[in-house]
């Protein structure tokens, strides 16, 4: 097989990997809308937190900047599932805000603010860097670390399931979605050859097959009428 061809497969399994990573994400940033719903009908946040989305959103934003042109070449798909994302967690930020009693809403804006000021501080600071080799290190390591951060966040249900012997909170199709998007970035940066893609989403593919064997161990036991999501991730 010649270079060219060989070089053509990678692209195209890149490329399907990429748009199959999307597809799954987006069934991730669908999973909150029970929680809002319930919210949006009962007009109030009840004891529901917005730290979750607003963190979501900072990771969108982070990861969406490696995925630009001036960051990291030919990332594309990485910048749609994060603006998407980005997206999907502003709207919830701002029910959450709409329905939340005056107190939590100040504190939340406040939070909004100083992960949007965190934002700008990484956009202009990353530009000051001159050298694009090194611009995407520094770009890539905070993404990562974001990523990473995020993949380990359902490790306080994993330990609740482990506890509880049930997996009434820990929903199947999300963690199900959470193990195809993972595995599909994973092998998206492994043909990419970008550790700051492959790495975080080794470790959030490992994470997922922990979560569905557990499922699968402890559903016997379970009881499962009624599921709300913890947390939700993005690339």
């Known amino acids: 097989m010649s270079l060219f061809g060989a070089n053509s497969i990678c692209e195209v399994g890149k490329d399907a990997a990429g748009v199959a990573g999307n597809v799954f994400a987006f069934g991730l940033f669908l999973s909150p809308i029970p929680t809002f719903r319930r919210i949006i009908r009962n007009g109030s946040t009840e004891m529901f937190s917005g730290l979750p989305y607003v963190y979501s959103l900072l990771n969108c934003l982070i990861c969406l900047w490696y995925g630009t ?42 939070l909004l603010l100083a992960v949007l000021g965190m934002f700008v501080i990484i956009l202009v600071g990353s530009l000051q860097i001159n050298d694009s080799a090194m611009r995407r290190m520094f770009v ?8 990473i951060s995020m993949f380990a966040s359902p490790l306080f249900i994993i330990k609740l ?5 049930s997996v009434e909170f820990m929903p199947f199709y999300l963690s199900l979605s959470t193990f195809l998007m993972s595995i599909s970035f994973f092998l998206y940066g492994l043909v990419s050859d970008d550790t700051f893609i492959y790495v975080p989403n080794g470790i959030g593919t490992v994470l997922g097959i922990v979560q569905l064997i557990l499922y699968f161990y402890y559903k016997s036991s379970s009881t499962e009428n009624y599921r709300q999501p913890l947390i939700v991730s993005c690339e």
């Open 161 to 165: 399931v482990i506890r509880t012997k």
């Open 69 to 110: 042109p001036l960051i990291s070449p030919d990332n594309l798909l990485v910048t749609t599932v994060n603006t998407i994302g980005g997206v999907f967690q502003l709207v919830y930020i701002t029910i959450f805000l709409i329905y939340a009693e005056k107190a939590r809403k100040v504190r939340m804006l406040g």
């Open 140 to 147: 890539g390591l905070l993404s990562c670390a974001s990523l």
